[in-house]
């Protein structure tokens, strides 16, 4: 009986090592690769504002319902209401005490491309980096800078209210671990550069499939669902399919798709509404050529039924 | 005899059942009624506005007319008890945020006006002006007090 305890124990013990281990917020041997070069450059702000619209950061983190210029007071305080709790969106405005002022290009880039903050905690995936983890260095570093020339907001950051089992934030190593990597949803043809344009503002800025794309109990996409919606992962409601399926937006033209993206307004003239809308105004912000991009993805990609 | 007092009583049970239908079913349908049809003007407007049809101002202030005489009495058709059922895509903000709602209802009212007032739209440019004027509280109201359902 004794001898059969220690062998409990020993179990228990090589258990929380390899939880331990496997949960560690250690970073891939790639990161910080090149960025030092990148610190040197000439910022690219033009670009940083195009990647920092596509990317989507003020309907998160900019005050709910703000337009114009209050687009880029990055306070945050958004409550995103979902099956695991109730998160609250940080402040990323350049203020020293409360936003990321202080933060470093590498440390900022970390947090972007695998979760992990400054001060080594894992993030929770309402921060989009799953999506993020495949944007270029030199977008990273273009956002960098162009977020470092907005107006410092003072707001105070305000804790997560999440359920028991979910505010351990070690826990997350094992969650990215099942659910992050590297690969593209769709393969498209290399050479058609709209089509790679569009994939990676689809699949990376516009992180489209964080909504769209249906999750299973544990949070994590089910990617073989890839954009054909489900229930709405935050708030209330649905998002819909947005594959070429005929559940989905099938019948839309390329010219559809644009144009929705561009004035909010269906083939039939039904308008945007919800989170969407915030969405579609970021998007009618960039050049058109990326709007067309957009629609020239989501009409390659496998058309998919609701369920 | 028999056969007719029973379609009688057929016929006085389907009555009442469809004037329940109405009681319960009644503001519900009327709103989504309303709402079609304000969006098949804006679609009218829309499709020159986009490009699909030709300019015609004479039909784009009509449809701003029929546009205005559907929204009439449209907020007035959220009682308390029609919050769900009928598969409404009615947020429960609109119960939450009255005043919200009625000022965003209010604000299309008053851009449509203006849009209305100013006669026949001149031009494509012109339309356009007021077209953007008037529709962007579509997604106003749409973004904080609609629940997409599918």
Redesign the interface.
Known sequence: MKRLMKWFLAAVVLGLGVFWWLSEPRLPLESGVGLSELTDAEPDLTKGERIFWAGGCASCHAKKGASGDDKLLLGGGHRLDTPFGTFVTPNISPDKKNGIGEWSLEEFAVAMLHGVSPDGAHYYPSFPYNSYRKMQLEDVSALYSYLMTLQPVARENEPHELGIFFSWRRSLGIWKRLFSNHKWAVEVDDSNSSLVRGRYLVEVLGHCGECHTPRNVLGGLETGSWLAGGPAPEGLGKIPNITPDENGIGSWSDADIAYYLESGFTPDFDSVGGSMTSVQQNFAKLPKEDREAVAAYLKSIPPISSK | MKTSLKSGMTATALLLSFGTAIAFAGPIEDRKAKMKEV??Q??II??MV?GETAFDGQAALAAYVAMGNAGTGFGELFPEDSKTGGET?A??KIWDDRAGFEAAGKKFGEDLGAAIQSGVPADLNALKASFGSV?QN??AC???Y?????
């Open positions: 969006g098949k804006t679609g829309g499709k986009k895509t947020s429960p529709a579509c997604k749409h973004t904080d609609r629940i997409k359902k599918n």
